[in-house]
């Protein structure tokens, strides 16, 4: 089984703090994503990765960075976080080119900025 | 543009009737399209898949969905809703290169007894 995990499952920071969000996949799967989660808007792609080292802006990436210097663990940075950025925060995975299109979900961390 | 539309934000249903969640979809091409479903507190998983061989689609708990083309349409379906089936689902489609998923906004589902 796939398995995703996340570094943490509830996180609560300050305005302007600097904030890491971490994820490890086991599967070797080439494809790694970074969503939020809010009500009513369903799930909205914030970046997503390739392969290591290379990364594409998704739909909302303002205020965003993402690191990837490894295959199986893909970074979401929030550079100074805002109250905006409270959410949940979802990350995914998915073999390269060739698959089905399924992804691989994690747990979410549900982050919380005051 | 790929997009999906999820007719019903809310949909409540009782135990043992039942259960049709509506999704619409836009694209220009033989379309990818997915259900996932959230339990409380979980994370999402997939429901079930169409990827252009069947249009009935089955999928795990008992959940099926159909593809119409002429309605553009891939409605979630079950015979009979369970209490555990309460959920937020999700209806998908892939978008573009490196199968990029665009997301509908998500329909609650609520049984009671």
């Known amino acids: 089984d796939v398995k995703v995990t996340q570094s943490s499952r509830y996180l609560v920071k300050r305005t302007g703090e600097k904030v890491f969000l971490e994820c490890v996949q086991d599967?070797?799967?080439?494809?790694m994503f970074w969503y939020r989660q809010d009500p009513g808007l369903g799930l909205r792609l914030i970046y997503f990765?390739?392969?290591?080292?290379?990364?594409e802006k998704g739909d909302i990436p303002e205020g965003y960075s993402v690191s990837r210097e490894k295959k199986e663990r893909f970074s979401l940075i929030l550079e100074s976080a805002s109250t905006n950025q409270t959410s949940m925060y979802l990350c995914?995975?998915?073999?390269?080119?060739?698959?089905?299109?399924?992804?691989?979900f994690g747990p979410g961390t549900r982050l919380t900025v005051t | 543009a790929q997009s999906v539309t999820q007719l019903d934000s809310h949909v409540s249903v009782s135990e043992g009737t039942p259960v049709l969640l509506r999704c619409n979809y836009s694209?220009?091409?033989?379309?990818?399209l997915f259900w996932y479903v959230q339990h409380p507190n979980k994370g999402l998983q997939l429901l079930l898949k169409?990827?252009?061989?069947?249009?009935l689609v089955k999928g795990i708990n008992g959940f099926e969905a159909e593809f119409k083309k002429s309605e553009t349409s891939f409605h979630l379906t079950k015979p009979s809703a369970h209490m555990s089936d309460a959920a937020e689902y999700f209806c998908?489609?892939?978008?573009?290169?490196?199968?990029?998923?665009?997301f509908g906004a998500g329909t609650r589902l609520a049984v009671h007894p």
């Open positions: 995914a995975t998915s073999p390269g080119l060739g698959g089905s299109g399924e992804q691989y």
């Open positions: 599967m070797d799967h080439e494809n």
């Open positions: 990765s390739y392969d290591v080292k290379m990364k």
């Open positions: 694209s220009s091409y033989s379309p990818s």
């Open positions: 169409y990827t252009s061989a069947a249009t």
């Open positions: 998908v489609v892939i978008s573009g290169g490196y199968n990029k998923l665009i």
